[in-house]
């Protein structure tokens, strides 16, 4: 998040979410879809840093 | 094409053309067809010289909490060749970037991730001084990454503020928001209306925009 706050500084709207659409990717982790799973389940999420 | 709309409602009167995300019951989360819809009523009313603003807002209890996680699926058959844009969230604020009419936002209730991204992308945006406006996604679903609020926020509020608001989770009612930039007013729910009609009304008042504008 911190990256692409800085680096969208310098980015046009088009060039910015060109970007950040791997970074997207990059975050199919663990900590992830346990945020998405607490949300769905309406819980607190357990973070864990995978 | 004429399309079925079945999750924004189209409204248009005295050149002000009103996008109303229209699941109440999902307290307006967004699905694929709804970013569809969107798409391509705005795509529709680019070229068309009756429409002189976009007012979006959300019916019911309040603006947008962001996606139905549920209802991200494949894209509708009727838009697969309808679309200029790709029909996603990037897409979406790039047909509103791009569109050659002022858009204006209403935030009642609550405007959340995703769903605060397509008020950012609009070119105006009025909010309800009690609405709340809230990026939640980064502490409470871990999501490191994000597209649109990470460009718009930094240069509606500044570095230091959106650092704040979108890793802190910080949220904001519509008067904290007026007063950090983050909407363009704020407005008490008995004037809300009459704002905007006010500045819906007065864009609509001036020439039409040359090509170049």
Known sequence: MKRQIYTGLNLDHEAFMAFAAPLMQEVEIKDRQEGIRAFLEKRAPNFTGE | ?213
């Not at chain 2, 904001?172 to 407005?187: F, I, P, Q």
């Open chain 2, 1 to 213: 094409m004429q399309i079925d709309y079945r999750e924004v409602l189209h409204q248009q009167s005295d050149g002000v053309l009103t996008l109303s995300l229209n699941r109440p019951e999902k307290r307006n989360a967004m699905t694929t067809r709804t970013v569809a819809e969107l798409l391509h009523a705005l795509e529709q009313c680019a070229g068309d010289a009756s429409v002189r603003v976009v007012v979006l807002r959300g019916a019911g209890k309040g603006f947008c909490p962001g996606d139905d996680l549920n209802g991200m699926g494949e894209l509708p058959s009727e838009f697969s060749s309808v679309l200029d844009h790709a029909a996603n969230h990037a897409g979406l604020q790039s047909c509103l970037r791009e569109l050659p009419k002022p858009t204006i936002a209403v935030i009642h209730g609550y405007a959340f991730g995703v769903g605060l991204d397509l008020a950012m992308a609009c070119d105006f945006r009025i909010a309800e001084e009690s609405a709340q406006l809230h990026n939640q996604r980064v502490l409470e679903r871990g999501m490191h990454a994000l597209t649109g609020c990470a460009w718009f926020q930094p240069r509606a509020l500044g570095v230091t503020r959106a650092m704040e608001f979108l890793i802190l989770g910080k949220p904001y009612n519509g008067r904290e928001a007026a007063d950090a930039g983050m909407v363009t007013c704020a407005a008490t729910a008995d004037a809300l209306e009459d704002t905007v009609n006010d500045m819906a009304h007065r864009p609509s008042q001036v020439p039409p925009p040359r090509p170049s504008d």
